[in-house]
């Protein structure tokens, strides 16, 4: 036999909440009779108590709540919206891809002068962009090639030195190509009224926009239509600070020299 509190330990664990034994259990608690009584019925609800109508509460009636008089609403009549209609392909699928707009290049900037040294004319970068003075270092250089390739050493200028851009604002178009074409026109207007021989372009501005040539052709002769024939040099400050330039523009001198020379010499 167990005792009582294993006991009830086992019926819990059973899940058993209430059990009666059908004989005297040894050291079980002593039995409670009252547990085996009937339940009470439940008492039956009581009835409502009824009041004279001198103890019900008057309550004053409410009136409903009017809505204000809505005015009728006058509608302006307005003008209809234009729906304009898509623009329709003139194949249909077909999409023509939008033309990207060109971009202006920005204006070169040189400064040139066209000058003229007995049957040849010689169109020279300004160094400096302003015109020679008789003691610049450029100008004695220059004084040298002439004497040198058998020319007068005092060159006299062909109307204005041409610096570009022409107009430092505006919405004239100035990039390379209005230079180029400029830059031809005005060589060509000048050397009508004085045919020359031999056409020296001296520095990269000149071979640029007045052959369209770059700095590959130096020391080589060059044919331009509506030009006469044409010799490219480097600039008077190229060949002043490489003297293997002035080098190589003494060899195709002696070749080139032959166009200018005159028939008594």
């Known amino acids: ?152 050493d005092s060159p006299r200028p062909l109307g204005e030195p041409v610096r570009w851009p022409l107009l430092r604002s505006g919405s004239l178009d100035q990039g390379p190509q209005a230079a180029r074409e400029y830059v031809q026109t005005f060589v060509a207007a000048r050397l009508e009224e004085e045919a020359c021989a031999c056409l020296w372009l001296v520095g990269l501005p000149a071979l640029r926009f007045a052959a369209a040539v770059e700095a590959e052709a130096y020391h080589r002769e060059l044919r331009i239509e509506g030009l006469p024939p044409l010799w490219a040099l480097p600039g008077l400050e190229a060949l002043m600070e490489e003297p293997a330039c002035k080098a190589e523009l003494w060899r195709t001198m002696r070749r080139v020299r032959m166009r200018w020379i005159s028939v008594n010499e």
Do not use: H, N
């Not at 009666?20 to 409502?48: G, T």
């Not at 234009?82 to 204006?107: C, D, F, H, M």
């Not at 400096?128 to 610049?136: E, K, M, P």
């Open 1 to 152: 036999m167990i005792d009582e509190a294993r006991r009830r330990a086992y019926l819990g664990a059973m899940q058993v909440v209430s059990w009666l034994p059908r004989v005297a259990l040894p050291f079980a608690a002593p039995p409670r009779p009252e547990l085996l009584e009937p339940l009470e019925p439940p008492a039956a609800p009581a009835a409502p108590v009824l009041r004279s109508d001198a103890e019900l509460k008057v309550v004053p009636e409410v009136p409903p709540r009017q809505r204000p008089v809505e005015r009728p609403k006058i509608e302006v009549p307005r003008p209809a919206a234009r729906i304009e209609a898509p623009a329709v392909a003139a194949s249909e699928g077909a999409v023509e891809p939008a033309t990207p707009k060109a971009v202006p290049l920005p204006p070169p900037r040189f400064a040139l002068q066209l000058l003229r040294a007995g049957r040849c004319a010689l169109l020279v970068e300004l160094p400096t962009g302003d015109s020679f003075q008789s003691r610049d270092p450029a100008y004695l250089l220059l004084k040298d090639l002439l004497r040198a390739a058998g020319l007068p």
